[in-house]
């Protein structure tokens, strides 16, 4: 018998009308904000994992549009996602969303890619009667961007002066504040924002959560609601977790294991809090300690709990007494390492796959058929193109997205699989990993869902090539792109470690250049958090220098041989983000040398080099390597951990390094 699908497993932007709960009140103001007379803008603020992109695709979705406005056919609603083009240019934008509201809006396409090609856009959509609503996630990518000037603002600001035109955006903070000049700052484009701010959910939105889903799955959850409070506050991210962890429990029958509950909560939450904690100010953390530990809050104090009392942050226990809206969120930030159960159950990452980029053509998309390789041929909307490979756990296939018109690889775990519930539960832990993991420079997770019991993972299909593939087709790299590239790695890396993860494999065939030469970290297979040391053994053999699988299944290596840590290779310590650092320096030296830095004739001599030996001076090989270059090279090769710069660090030395003159080094 089929176990009952876990409603709950989605970590990402929610984007079927079906699956969103919550934000009545929020949806109403907007919408009749969108349907006056003459639209106005909205603004959605709202701290991370609180549902905004789900939000906007919601007010995006024809069926909501329907039910909330009185003649929905007089509006083009267009929705620019931002969030992976944190370095688009005013060409491209200005091209690709106009892409969009020919798209979206059916209009023929124009031939200006310009300002004056938007005008025309918003001409044509005049001549037929209809407004424009310009749907922008992470607007921020563009008041941050430098390529973005006061002149492109007032642009905006002139077309909802003179057309229907109205902007729905979202953002971490108040967009003013994260303007990259006090002069975009006093734009008066500004002016023309309601702001709609999200928060935690009130109290039926959160029992709604709870309770609807899991009863429509045949595993009501709704006797556990208080439980499930006590872990997550009311915050969507947070329910999401804790009904999930409540679901797989119940599905194995008998009453859910309050220890076990706490610790998988604590297992994928530990990264979202510890974030959380870092940003706030010592006020703020003394209020939260008093209230976790049951003291008074000091006088001097009463406006942070007020605003924390606003954004959800505290519950109000029916008996009037004030409590942080999850007991587990400081024991989690302020807990060290337990002995003999670190992190390392966290480990896995679902991978982005390196897929075959040959340039072949695509099937024919227009007759599919009933299956593919024995998946079926449609998952909801996306279509099954074709099986691109696999390993380990998972198939890995090519598929359309019917509703954004763009390719993706979906994961399938494997049939054997399914059933074993270790092996499932690590999958989808994997995939609650990776959802954490939101950067231009890493491959996105877009969904997890589910088919015929077995979990899948929708991911960003890249197109490009591998580093391994560049270094094997033409040797090593110009300089400039050593530093454009590697930089790009490093701030995708610091990504990773911001939320705690540790890659453990960063290797050529791990960092995947798409079609505009921007790199991708494409794999997590191996990654872990990282709670402070980890000691475990790592059983090596010969045959891992000839073959390393890019899915691993549990047990696996952890690591490739050619670019491992000097830690990891003394098997004293787990890998750290230090550990990343090092297997980031190995690739930068290969793609400016064209040689490896730490070479044998066996896998003991490699593992030796790694730890004893120097590699030889970049110059010798390459004279015109730069010195700031070769310093950043230099010092993430370091053989202390305590020497190397972070991620961002060498992020930043990268990005200077083509300009860097002086002294030689090596």
């Not at 939000?55 to 024809?62: D, I």
């Not at 390492?337 to 075959?356: D, H, M, N, Q, Y």
């Not at 019917?402 to 832990?429: C, M, P």
């Amino acid at each position: 018998m089929t176990e009952p699908a876990n409603p709950y497993l989605n970590r990402v932007a929610i984007r079927d009308p079906a699956q969103f709960y919550g934000r009545r009140k929020e949806i109403a103001r907007i919408f009749s904000r969108l349907g006056a007379e003459r639209p106005q803008s909205i603004a959605v603020v709202g701290d991370r994992r609180i549902g905004k992109s789900s939000l906007l695709n919601y007010l995006c979705a024809p069926d909501m549009r329907r039910r909330h406005l009185s003649r929905p056919e007089d509006y083009a609603f267009v929705f620019f996602d931002l969030q992976q083009r944190r370095r688009i240019t005013l060409d491209d934008f200005l091209d690709a969303w106009l892409t969009e509201i020919e798209r979206s809006a059916e209009l023929p396409p124009g031939g200006k890619r310009s300002f004056d090609g938007v005008h025309a856009a918003l001409e044509a959509l005049r001549a037929t009667r209809r407004k424009l609503i310009a749907v922008f996630d992470e607007f921020d990518v563009l008041t941050s961007n430098r390529a973005f000037s006061a002149d492109f603002f007032a642009f905006l600001r002139s077309l909802a002066n003179n057309y229907e035109v109205a902007y729905v955006t979202s953002s971490g903070r108040d967009l003013q504040e994260l303007c990259h000049a006090d002069q975009i700052a006093d734009s008066p484009f500004f002016n023309i924002f309601t702001n709609v701010y999200l928060r935690a959910f009130p109290d039926d939105e959160a029992l709604d959560l709870i309770a609807r889903p899991s009863a429509a799955a045949g595993i009501p959850l709704a006797p556990y609601a208080a439980d499930i409070r006590r872990l997550s506050g009311n915050f969507p991210f947070y329910l999401q977790i804790a009904c999930s962890i409540y679901f797989e429990q119940l599905q194995d029958g008998g009453r859910p294991d309050a220890s076990a509950i706490e610790e998988a909560f604590d297992d994928e939450a530990r990264g979202h809090f510890r974030y959380l904690w870092e940003r706030f100010s010592v006020d703020e953390r003394a209020v939260c300690q008093a209230l976790s530990s049951g003291q008074p809050v000091a006088r001097e104090h009463t406006y942070v709990f007020e605003d924390f009392k606003r954004a959800g942050y505290i519950a109000i226990e029916p008996d009037g007494q004030p409590r942080w809206f999850s007991s587990r969120f400081l024991p989690v930030v302020q807990r060290p390492p337990r002995s003999g159960a670190p992190a390392g159950e966290l480990v896995s990452v679902p991978p982005t796959l390196e897929l075959p980029l040959d340039g072949r053509p695509s099937p024919a998309e227009s007759r599919l058929p009933d299956s593919v390789a024995g998946l079926p041929a449609r998952l909801g909307h996306f279509e099954v193109l074709e099986r691109l490979g696999g390993g380990g756990m998972g198939d890995v296939f090519l598929a359309r997205d019917a509703k954004l018109g763009r390719k993706v690889a979906i994961k399938v775990l494997k049939a054997r699989y399914v059933n074993q519930s270790e092996t499932r539960q690590r999958f989808l832990r994997e995939a609650r990993m990776a959802s954490n993991l939101n950067h231009p420079n890493i491959a996105t997770l877009y969904e997890i869902g589910e088919v015929e019991g077995a979990p899948y993972l929708v991911m960003e299909y890249v197109r490009g090539k591998t580093i391994a593939q560049w270094l094997r087709e033409r040797g090593r790299f110009a300089c400039p792109e050593v530093c454009r590239i590697g930089a790009q790695a490093a701030e995708g890396l610091a990504a990773a470690h911001a939320v705690g993860i540790v890659h453990r494999d960063i290797k050529p065939s791990n960092l995947q250049l798409d079609d505009h030469g921007n790199v991708r970290i494409i794999d997590f297979g191996l990654a872990k958090l990282s709670a402070g040391a980890e000691r475990a053994a790592l059983l090596f053999s010969d045959e891992y220098l000839q073959a390393v699988s890019d899915i691993t299944e549990s047990g696996a290596l952890v690591g490739t041989v050619t670019y491992m840590s000097p830690e990891q290779a003394a098997n004293d310590a787990h890998a750290t983000f230090a550990s990343d650092v090092f297997s980031l320096g190995i690739v930068l030296y290969e793609m400016t040398t064209g040689r490896l830095p730490f070479e044998g004739k066996s896998y003991y001599e490699v593992l030796d080099a790694i730890l004893h030996a120097s590699p030889s001076p970049i110059r010798d090989w390459r004279p015109d390597a730069p010195p700031g270059l070769v310093g950043a090279i230099g010092a993430a090769l370091a053989k202390r951990q305590a020497d190397r710069p972070t991620a961002a660090a060498l992020a930043e030395t990268l990005r200077q390094a083509p300009y860097s003159s002086g002294a030689r080094m090596s």
